[in-house]
């Protein structure tokens, strides 16, 4: 068996940057990853323009107060003239300095008519000036290839001109349940039977993580059947995902099926819960697709997914391999027997310590629901309240 770190490494170096691009506008382009730098196209701000509303002046180099006649208004959106010498400029917030002009003085600071304006205090050059450039150049640039987009990156993206943006494909996946007991919500549960509930959740998680989950299907518990499915499938997409199959009973034939079709690359990892997953290749005409089997408890498959599958989609997005990041938290909890696997057990952080919730078990999907993150316990150690274990956020363990 492998160790987490270095599995988790393993299969995500595997994952090869896709060829494959497009170009979005701006607004379509949320949450996907850059396949080109980006450069800004202007100067922003594009010319020096006003952070308050006051009065644009060349600063007096005689003590204030200072009485000047008003030559201009300038709201923002219109062009100024050049400043009168002698005078001052009516000037509101955003709108840009008038040739001649140095500083800005704040309306609060000065005493006006219609006519002129009263300045009572000493103004410095630069005075509230917001300077052309201060925040981009023109050609610097703004965003890097491989960056995730947020909403944030949007926003700078359109404030120095870039009204499109060219991104990674989005990453075309095959989603493969294996049971003979599984059927879909909404049909009766008869004896042993249980419903689907690893699709549903991998098929969101997926799709949050920027995926095209174009091949969704169900397979009973038959090798041959799931052969065919893995061959049939692997040609139109950039990775199979399964679930379930993967263990060593005598009806788990996903590892039988992957070497069959294919390579078997690595198959179980020294973690609990998580510890039948199988990474291989199912080889085609056109080369060779990844696969990565989930075992098929739920909590198991939830974990293994944001372990493996979320990096290796990242590196079919161009994106650089993250190793996992825990921080130290205080356990409110003790574990009296420990485990001969490393375990990632479901916390949830109250009253400055992490609680675990009472069930452990890989089928106790509630648990997840519960919990706001994992906490990394050792093999073979005993953890008493007060003790310091390593532990991780789930929005930290989801997001890209």
């Given at each position: 068996?492998?160790?987490?770190?270095v599995?988790?490494?393993?299969?995500?170096?595997?994952?090869?940057?896709?060829a494959?691009?497009?170009?979005?506008?701006?607004?379509?382009?949320?949450?996907?990853?850059?396949?080109?730098?980006c450069?800004?196209?202007?100067?922003?701000?594009?010319?020096?323009?006003?952070?308050?509303?006051?009065?644009a002046?060349?600063?007096?180099?005689?003590?204030?107060?200072?009485?000047?006649?008003?030559?201009?208004?300038?709201?923002?959106?219109?062009?100024?003239k050049?400043?009168?010498?002698?005078?001052?400029?009516?000037?509101?917030?955003g709108?840009?300095?008038?040739?001649?002009?140095?500083?800005?003085?704040?309306?609060?600071?000065?005493?006006?008519?219609?006519?002129?304006?009263?300045?009572?205090?000493?103004?410095?050059?630069?005075?509230?000036?917001?300077?052309?450039?201060?925040?981009?150049?023109?050609?610097?640039?703004?965003?890097?290839?491989?960056?995730?987009?947020?909403?944030?990156?949007?926003?700078?993206?359109?404030?120095?001109?870039?009204?499109?943006?060219?991104?990674a494909?989005?990453?075309?996946?095959?989603?493969?349940?294996?049971?003979?007991?599984?059927?879909?919500?909404?049909?009766?549960?008869?004896p042993?039977?249980?419903?689907?509930?690893?699709?549903?959740?991998?098929?969101?998680?997926?799709?949050?993580?920027?995926?095209?989950?174009?091949?969704?299907?169900?397979?009973?518990?038959?090798?041959?059947?799931t052969?065919?499915?893995?061959s049939?499938?692997?040609?139109?997409?950039?990775?199979?995902?399964?679930?379930?199959?993967?263990?060593?009973?005598?009806a788990?034939?996903?590892?039988?099926?992957i070497?069959?079709?294919?390579?078997?690359?690595?198959?179980?990892?020294?973690?609990?819960?998580?510890?039948?997953?199988?990474?291989?290749?199912?080889?085609?005409?056109?080369?060779?697709?990844p696969?990565?089997?989930?075992?098929?408890?739920?909590?198991?498959?939830?974990?293994?997914a944001?372990?493996?599958?979320?990096?290796?989609?990242?590196?079919?997005?161009?994106?650089?391999?993250?190793?996992?990041?825990f921080?130290?938290?205080?356990?409110?909890?003790?574990?009296?027997?420990?485990?001969?696997?490393?375990?990632?057990?479901?916390?949830?952080?109250?009253?400055?310590?992490?609680?675990?919730?009472?069930?452990?078990?890989?089928?106790?999907?509630?648990?997840?629901?519960?919990?706001?993150?994992?906490?990394?316990?050792?093999?073979?150690?005993?953890?008493?309240?007060?003790?310091?274990?390593?532990?991780?956020?789930?929005?930290?363990?989801?997001?890209?």
């Amino acid at each position: 068996m492998l160790d987490l770190f270095v599995a988790r490494e393993k299969i995500a170096q595997a994952a090869s940057a896709l060829a494959r691009s497009e170009t979005l506008p701006l607004s379509q382009a949320r949450g996907r990853i850059l396949a080109e730098d980006c450069l800004a196209l202007v100067d922003v701000p594009p010319a020096a323009n006003s952070a308050m509303d006051g009065y644009a002046l060349v600063a007096p180099s005689s003590p204030p107060p200072c009485t000047l006649p008003i030559s201009q208004i300038i709201a923002a959106g219109t062009p100024p003239k050049p400043l009168e010498q002698g005078t001052a400029a009516r000037i509101f917030t955003g709108a840009e300095i008038p040739p001649g002009a140095n500083a800005v003085v704040i309306q609060e600071d000065c005493d006006a008519t219609a006519e002129t304006v009263t300045v009572r205090v000493a103004v410095k050059p630069s005075e509230n000036i917001r300077q052309q450039g201060q925040d981009l150049q023109r050609g610097q640039l703004v965003a890097k290839k491989g960056e995730r987009l947020t909403a944030v990156h949007l926003g700078l993206l359109a404030s120095c001109g870039i009204s499109v943006v060219t991104v990674a494909a989005k990453p075309r996946i095959a989603l493969l349940s294996t049971g003979s007991e599984l059927i879909e919500p909404g049909q009766t549960l008869a004896p042993g039977q249980i419903y689907n509930s690893n699709q549903f959740m991998l098929a969101a998680l997926l799709e949050d993580w920027g995926c095209e989950v174009v091949f969704k299907g169900r397979v009973e518990d038959d090798l041959e059947k799931t052969r065919h499915l893995l061959s049939e499938w692997a040609e139109a997409v950039d990775l199979i995902v399964t679930s379930g199959g993967v263990s060593v009973g005598d009806a788990d034939h996903l590892k039988a099926a992957i070497s069959s079709t294919g390579e078997l690359n690595l198959w179980k990892v020294r973690l609990k819960p998580g510890k039948p997953l199988a990474f291989g290749h199912i080889h085609h005409t056109a080369g060779k697709t990844p696969v990565i089997a989930l075992p098929g408890n739920p909590v198991s498959s939830f974990v293994t997914a944001a372990l493996f599958i979320k990096p290796f989609i990242a590196g079919l997005c161009g994106q650089p391999y993250r190793p996992l990041e825990f921080r130290p938290q205080v356990s409110g909890f003790s574990i009296d027997r420990p485990n001969k696997r490393p375990e990632l057990i479901r916390v949830k952080w109250e009253n400055g310590k992490l609680q675990r919730f009472s069930n452990q078990s890989s089928g106790v999907l509630s648990s997840v629901v519960w919990a706001d993150g994992l906490a990394w316990i050792e093999a073979d150690i005993c953890v008493r309240a007060g003790d310091t274990v390593p532990y991780i956020a789930m929005s930290d363990l989801l997001s890209l």
